[in-house]
């Protein structure tokens, strides 16, 4: 799991990323290159097309992100 970097006693550094995916299958090779280089905390991931039945893919792809 990705975790937020401490910067000083009071001061947390958050990588956020946000991705219009353009479908899962599509999406995904791009994003794991950008996961690779960026190494962010959060995802946000916009146009899966994922169905509420197949949001399991993310999961399993995924899995160092919940």
Avoid: Y
Wanted: hydrophobic residues 45%; contains cysteine; aromatic residues 12%.
């Amino acid at each position: 799991m990705a975790m937020a970097t401490p910067i000083s006693d009071n001061t947390i550094r958050v990588k956020l990323m946000s991705f219009n995916m353009h479908g899962f299958h599509q999406g995904c090779p791009v994003l794991d290159d950008m996961i690779e280089l960026f190494n962010p905390d959060v995802l946000l991931l916009q146009e899966h097309w994922l169905t509420s039945a197949n949001l399991n893919k993310f999961d399993n792809h995924f899995t160092n992100f919940f």
